[in-house]
């Protein structure tokens, strides 16, 4: 759990900071909160212990400015329970929330969605620290 929503957070402020996705794959909401199926696929025969590389996964290669937005954001969201980084993606009004009540379990959450969801967290922190 705690993976699949540090991947959703960091794709959030990926497309926040960079505007274009941090990967293709599709988001859906299901009813714990925001999957991404391929990587959950991979990842559960593992259990809680990642315990080998993933097969399907090739090695990418990330621009050294985009390595340090990925680390400031596991600096930021990393060490937070499962049940923390639960309650920021299931937010009334968030993406998961809207993707959940129009198209239920399953839902796309589009990146359209995420990107105002992230996008309306900056201007928030920004007001506030004015």
Partial sequence: ?????????????????????????????????????DIYREFRSQGID?????????????????????????????????FVLSDLTHIPGGPWDIATKRGGNYAEITNDLILAHYQAKRSAAQKASA
């Fill in 1 to 37: 759990m705690t993976l699949l929503k540090l991947v959703y957070i960091a794709h959030g402020w990926f497309l926040e900071t960079r505007l274009r996705p941090m990967f293709p794959n599709q988001i859906q909401a299901w009813k714990h909160g925001p999957v991404i199926p």
């Fill in 50 to 82: 990642i315990k080998s590389k993933i097969p399907n996964f090739d090695d990418c290669s990330i621009a050294d400015e985009d390595v340090c937005l990925l680390e400031d954001i596991f600096r930021i969201y990393g060490s937070m329970s499962p």
